[in-house]
C-alpha cells in the first residue's frame, strides 16, 4: 500500500464503513423510537402506499360501524314501540269481548267504550313517540331507512317502515273506533285480532333486521380488526429483533471508531522513515 500524507485511503475507507454503520443505527433507533419499521413514505414506498390505503378503510369502518349503531336504535325503538301497541291491541280484544255479552247493562257497557277509547288513543301515543333522533319507522308517512354496510358506501342495509297508525293496514281499527254497543264490539272483536295478527308479523320482521344489523356491526368490529392487524404486520416493526440489532451497531460503531483511529495515525507512520 502506498504511504502518503495527501490521501490516507484506510482513513477513507474506515469513515465509510463507520458512516455506514451510523446510518444503520439510525434506523434502527427510529423502529425502536416509532415501533414501525415503515413510518414514512421514504421507508419502503410501495409498503406504505399500501398501508395508507389499507388505513384509510378501516377509519371508513367507523361510520360504517356509527351508521349501523343509529339504524340499529332506530329499529329498537320502533320494537318498543310496537310491542306497546300489541298489548294496547291486546287489552282492547279483551273489552270488546266484554262488551259483546248481550246482558252486560248499559252503565257496564258505557264505562268499557270509556275504556276502549282510551286505550285506541294511547295506540296513537304510543306511535309517536316511537322516535329516535328524529326517525320513526311506525308513524303515519315513515320511510324506509338505509344503513352503510361497507367500506365506499355502495352497499346498505335498509329497513322498510312498518305504520302502525290508527285506521292504516297494519292497525285496522278506525280512529273512532267504539265498542258502545253489542254490534260494533262483535265488529270490533275481528278487527282487532286481525290488527294484533299483523302487529306480531311487523314486528317479526323489525326483529329480524334489528339482528342482521347486530350480526353485520359485529362483523364489520371483525372486519376492521383484521385490516389493523394486517397494517401492523406490514409496517411494524419487530422490537426484539432491533434491540438485538441495535447492541450488535453499537458494538459495530465503536470498533468502527477504533478503525478509523488507527487508520489516522498511518500518516505519523512517514514520519519515522525521515528520522535518523
Given amino acids: 500500500m502506498t504511504l502518503s500524507v495527501n490521501t490516507n485511503v484506510g482513513a477513507m475507507v474506515a469513515l465509510q464503513n463507520l458512516n455506514a454503520t451510523n446510518m444503520e443505527l439510525g434506523q434502527t433507533q427510529n423502529r425502536i423510537n416509532t415501533g414501525k419499521k415503515v413510518a414514512s413514505a421514504k421507508d419502503n414506498g410501495a409498503i406504505w402506499a399500501i398501508a395508507q390505503g389499507q388505513r384509510a378503510t378501516s377509519n371508513a369502518l367507523n361510520a360504517v360501524k356509527d351508521s349501523l349503531n343509529r339504524g340499529t336504535s332506530v329499529i329498537d325503538v320502533a320494537i318498543a314501540g310496537g310491542e306497546s301497541v300489541a298489548d294496547l291491541l291486546s287489552q282492547m280484544k ?12 248499559t252503565a257496564s257497557r258505557t264505562a268499557m267504550n270509556e275504556d ?3 286505550l285506541r288513543d294511547q295506540i296513537s301515543k304510543a306511535v309517536a313517540n316511537a322516535d329516535f333522533n328524529g326517525v320513526n319507522l311506525l308513524k303515519t308517512g315513515a320511510v324506509p331507512i338505509a344503513a352503510l354496510a361497507n367500506s365506499d358506501g355502495s352497499s346498505k342495509l335498509t329497513v322498510n317502515a312498518e ?28 278487527t282487532v285480532t286481525t290488527s294484533i295478527a299483523n302487529v306480531s308479523a311487523a314486528l317479526a320482521r323489525l326483529g329480524t333486521k334489528s339482528k342482521a344489523y347486530e350480526m353485520h356491526t359485529t ?58
Avoid at 305504520?163 to 275481528?190: F, K
Avoid at 459495530?252 to 507512520?269: C, D, M, R, W, Y
Fill in 219 to 276: 362483523f364489520i368490529g371483525k372486519l376492521q380488526d383484521s385490516l389493523d392487524a394486517g397494517i401492523g404486520n406490514l409496517v411494524d416493526a419487530d422490537l426484539a429483533k432491533e434491540s438485538a440489532k441495535l447492541q450488535a451497531l453499537q458494538t459495530k460503531q465503536q470498533l468502527g471508531v477504533q478503525a478509523l483511529s488507527i487508520a489516522n495515525q498511518t500518516p505519523q507512520t512517514i514520519l519515522s522513515l525521515f528520522r535518523g
Fill in 116 to 118: 276502549f277509547k282510551s
Fill in 163 to 190: 305504520i302502525m297508525a290508527l285506521s292504516g293496514s297494519v292497525v285496522t281499527v278506525a280512529t273512532t273506533g267504539t265498542i258502545g254497543t253489542v254490534t260494533t264490539a262483535a265488529a270490533m272483536i275481528a
Fill in 94 to 105: 279483551e273489552k270488546a269481548l266484554a262488551a259483546s255479552d248481550t246482558s252486560l247493562d
